[in-house]
Structures are given as C-alpha cells and as structure tokens.
C-alpha cells in the first residue's frame, strides 16, 4: 500500500523567503502526484500536478518537482508571503482511481 | 469559477443516528469522490463513483455506507447508523474524467460531522 510522508510538518519562515516543501512516496508506480492547498475549515484546493512522465511543474512562484524513481517530490515556493500560510498537501496516485495523502506541511509565513 | 458545493457545513449527531451529506459536484464532471479526514490524520479516500455506480471503495467504506446520485446534480453519502469513530470531516469531489489520465481533483470546503 502506497505510504505518503511529508517534512517537515511545520515550517515557519519571515515574509519573502523562498521555501521548499518536501513528499516522499513507497511506492514509484504512480500515475501522477498533486499538491494541494488547505486553508482551516476550508477544502482542498489543487496548485499543481505533475503526470508521472514530468519532471515538474510551475505555476507562478510554485514549482513542484518529480524524481519518479527514487519516490520524492518537492513544492518550492518563491518570495513567499503571508498568504501562502496554509497546510499543504501532497498526494499521489497509483494504480487506482484515488489519492493517497501525506499528512502534510503547516507554513506559517511571518509578516 | 465553478466549485463544489457541499452541505450542511457542520452536522451533528447522535450515534446510532443516520446521516446524509449532501454535495454538489462541477457540473460538467463525470467522476464523483467522497474523501474524509480524522482530526489530526490523513485524508483517507472513501468511494469513487461514475455511471451511477460504485467504480472503487476502500475498506473504510463499509456497509454502513452508502453513496447515490438521486438525481442530475447531486451526489450524496449516507452513514446508516453513525459511529463516534465517523467523527470527520468529509469532503466531496468531482473531475472530468478518469484522474488516472491526470486530471485535477477538485474538493469541496466539507461537512464536519460529529458524533456525540
């Protein structure tokens, strides 16, 4: 069964720093890997996917990065600001119709 | 943007009791997910469902539950005789197709459900 680990589990960085987040899966037969956003009380909302066959993904100040074979993905966000404070998740699918889910990383970014 | 919708945003109940979350998926999305997430743990996929039936559960998805799309727009998932261990929030989610052809997943805001 696919294990989705992510670190650190907190972070908290001042206002402008550029931060990386870090997933780790067991299993490197996936599909593609997700990396989504949740705000308290709030639902998920996805930032990127990368497809199993990509190396990575960019949108705006996100980047996520995908090493397939050795079971590790990364979410680099540039100049990051107080909005950017969520928990944020990376999940991956396999052989299946569902994500697996990390247990995510807390960011706190300081004013 | 269209989003998911789902309701009510906070339930509670009793044990014992039956319950039904509502959710409303993106209109033009055929594949339809219930995810939930313990306190504390992981978001755990619960059943996915396309063509008005089950295509896959996970074991957590027993026979106290069930799923239905009574009609052309919504998408329900009914506790028969809730548990306190069913104390989660409980996300619905849709997307346009297969998201093994990598297709984005997208969530509703969920229904914290608790069991007393």
């Known amino acids: 069964k696919q294990e989705v680990t992510q670190i650190p589990a907190a972070l908290s960085v001042p206002e402008g720093e550029n931060l990386v987040l870090n997933c780790s899966f067991t299993?490197?037969?996936?599909?593609?890997l997700q990396w989504f956003r949740q705000d308290p009380g709030k639902g998920l909302t996805s930032l990127l996917l990368i497809q199993s066959s990509q190396r990575e993904q960019t949108s705006g100040r996100l980047n996520a990065s995908l090493d397939k074979s050795s079971g590790r993905s990364t979410l680099y966000i540039a100049a990051s600001q107080p909005g950017d404070s969520a928990t944020y998740l990376c999940?991956?699918?396999?052989?299946?119709?569902?994500?697996?889910f990390g247990t995510g990383t807390s960011l706190t970014v300081i004013p | 943007e269209p989003e998911v919708t789902q309701t009510p945003s906070h339930q509670v109940t009793q044990m014992g009791q039956e319950v039904i979350l509502r959710c409303v998926p993106i209109s033009n999305h055929l594949y339809f997910y219930w995810y939930r997430q313990i306190l504390g743990q992981k978001v755990e996929f619960l059943v996915s469902?396309?063509?008005?039936?089950?295509?896959?559960k996970s074991e957590i998805f027993d026979d106290q539950f069930s799923v239905e799309r009574p009609d052309g727009s919504n998408f329900t998932l009914k506790i028969r005789s809730t548990k306190l261990e069913d104390s989660a929030m409980y996300f619905c989610a849709s997307s346009r197709s297969l998201i093994g052809l990598n297709e984005k997943l997208f969530f509703g805001s969920g229904t914290q459900l608790s069991v007393l």
């Open positions: 999940a991956v699918m396999d052989t299946g119709n569902q994500f697996y």
């Open positions: 299993d490197s037969a996936i599909y593609n």
């Open positions: 469902f396309y063509n008005n039936e089950i295509s896959e």
